[in-house]
């Protein structure tokens, strides 16, 4: 069964602007991480927090992790044309395998 | 430097028939992984392996096949093809398979079950 439930599913903003996706889960984890599919490619991996970790920074991405909500959110600061793509949060809970949620699909407007 | 990738990129196939999908990386990760993406259901764990001749099933593996007699190839077979599973195939490979580890994807397979 899917463990992240990204929220919202579809995004479309203009370029410049600051792009946030959430993402739910429902059992205890030991991280998250936030991939990104560019269309009719593999995923690539972004960013990875830990459970004991409430916020983190890489380059123009910054993720949070509320552990007592069960969520997360990824924002995307200045974005730009070529961030458009498939957003995945997948969580890891001690059983060495990532659960993947269905995706946020942002497009963003030149 | 290859990284980890797949072959065939498309495949089309009929009902019933065998039809293997390789998997080769060149980093000596321990781990490797297989998925499948269909629409509305995001990314599914078929099976995974945590060494040469270690795997274990994921979500999905009925109708599905995996070996690892090599670290470096992890080839996934549908034994009787169905249309159910028409999908886009990736493979993942990770250096440690705690998950706390990034793991690194493939181009993926698009296959076709007719």
């Known amino acids: 069964s899917q463990q992240g439930e990204e929220d919202p599913q579809a995004l479309s903003i203009q370029e410049g602007e600051n792009a946030t996706m959430n993402c739910s889960y429902k059992t205890s984890i030991n991280n998250l991480q936030w991939y990104r599919q560019n269309s009719g490619r593999g995923l690539v991996h972004l960013i990875l927090?830990?459970?004991?970790?409430r916020e983190k920074h890489s380059g123009r991405l910054r993720v949070t992790l509320d552990t007592s909500k069960k969520s997360s959110s990824l924002l995307i600061t200045a974005s730009r044309a070529a961030d458009t793509a498939s957003y995945f949060c997948a969580t890891e809970s001690g059983n060495n395998r990532l659960a993947f949620g269905k995706g946020n699909q942002v497009v963003v407007i030149p | 430097d290859a990284g980890i990738t797949q072959s065939p990129r498309y495949k089309i196939t009929e009902t019933g028939r065998q039809v293997t999908l390789m998997c080769h990386q060149t980093w000596s990760h321990s781990y490797m992984f297989w998925y499948r993406q269909d629409l509305g259901h995001g990314l599914r764990l078929i099976y995974y392996?945590?060494?040469?001749?270690?795997?274990d099933k994921g979500e999905v593996p009925d109708g599905y096949v995996v070996s690892r007699s090599k670290t470096e190839n992890f080839p996934l077979t549908l034994e009787s093809a169905t249309r159910s599973q028409t999908s886009v195939y990736f493979c993942?490979?990770?250096?440690?398979?705690?998950?706390?580890?990034?793991?690194?994807f493939g181009p993926g397979t698009r296959l076709t079950v007719t």
């Open positions: 993942a490979s990770s250096q440690v398979g705690t998950g706390a580890y990034e793991q690194y």
């Open positions: 392996s945590a060494a040469a001749d270690i795997t």
């Open positions: 927090i830990r459970s004991n970790e």
